[in-house]
């Protein structure tokens, strides 16, 4: 089948973007529930919070209606929510986001109790600029964090200033529009270092027993700008190519030995397609994925799989 041209693809985005319709809900601001901190509660009497790993789309698409993020939307609204447990009595007490959109030397950790959104998005249409999400912050759960990662040898630090970037914010608009759940927003780092990452998971690993959730937000399966935008993703030796490569990744992401599945995961690189899915020196969205495998522990990691530019788009998950 011959692949769409690249003007094809814009019109068919632009389109897309002249028809969307932003949900009334996500356009409206959210009331800000207030959070108190539970020194007091013991992990006996707690949930081991889920960790989960998502493909978040492209910029605010998925809040703006493209139809080519269908597939992406309905996970984000159906499946995750139940991953995480969200309205249940074992929903998390927070959130650790790890998003692809920020990148430091260190592992930087936003610790204000209220956030300002960072639209790190150009050429929208003026209703992305507009969109709402009032969780509030956890600086008591960023204090948690900071330790915890200290404890694995990294030297975290703050930032109170910097808004959730579209990493978080669009994608919790879908899983969790009720926004209330409290978040700490949290870096990858600038080396790319797989080890490091790895070792940041270990560390956030510990939370889970306090029923904080841990939620990577990247784009595992694929972030060649180049390629998706050209097409490329249609073309049948490009497809087989993504197909190898997702299979790689699943097997190692899939390893229960924890020593197996970080020795699989750093060395990433070396697995085929890696350069095709994500070029050199552009591995940020494969990391956060890296960051919750090693907050998973023991146990089998899972898998979903949504539909977007003819490829499967992975997502991973540990209960």
């Known amino acids: 089948m011959k692949s769409p041209s690249p003007l094809f693809l814009m019109t068919s985005v632009l389109a897309a973007i002249r028809r969307a319709v932003l949900p009334g809900a996500a356009a409206t601001e959210v009331q800000q529930q207030p959070f108190h901190f539970q020194a007091n509660q013991t992990s006996a009497s707690m949930s081991r919070a ?56 260190n592992p930087t950790i936003s610790n204000a109790q209220k956030h300002s959104l960072l639209y790190d998005y150009y050429g929208f249409p003026p209703e992305s600029y507009k969109l709402k ?5 956890a600086p008591d759960v960023a204090n948690e964090v900071a330790e915890a990662l200290k404890a694995e040898g990294l030297k975290p630090e703050f930032d109170e200033d910097r808004g959730w970037d579209h990493g978080v914010f669009v994608p919790m608009l879908l899983i969790n529009p009720k926004a209330d759940v409290p978040i700490v927003q949290m870096s990858v780092l600038r080396s790319e270092n797989p080890a490091d990452h ?4 270990r560390a956030l690993s510990k939370l889970r027993d306090s029923n904080v959730a841990i939620l990577g937000s990247g784009f595992p399966s694929i972030h060649n700008l180049r390629a998706m935008f050209s097409g490329m993703t249609h073309d049948p030796s490009f497809k087989s190519r993504n197909s190898a ?33 994500h070029p050199r020196g552009g591995a940020e969205h494969f990391l956060p994925l890296i960051v919750c ?25 540990w209960k």
Not at 299 to 312: A, E, N, P, V
């Open 245 to 277: 490569w997702s299979r790689a990744v699943n097997e190692a992401v899939k390893e229960e030995k924890v020593e197996e599945r970080q020795k699989k995961l750093e060395e990433w690189r070396k697995f085929p397609g890696a350069y095709d899915m």
């Open 50 to 105: 889920p960790v989960v790993c998502i493909s978040h789309g492209g910029g605010p698409m998925p809040i703006l209606g493209d139809p080519e993020h269908d597939k992406i939307v309905k996970s984000l609204r159906e499946r995750v929510p139940d991953i995480l447990k969200l309205g249940t009595p074992e929903q998390p007490r927070a959130i650790v986001l790890v998003t692809a959109h920020w990148s430091e030397r």
């Open 198 to 201: 790895y070792r940041m998971g």
């Open 133 to 137: 999400y009032d969780a509030p912050g």
């Open 293 to 317: 495998a090693g907050a998973a522990g023991e146990g089998q990691g899972k898998t979903y799989s949504d539909k977007f530019m003819g490829l499967d788009m992975y997502s991973y998950y």
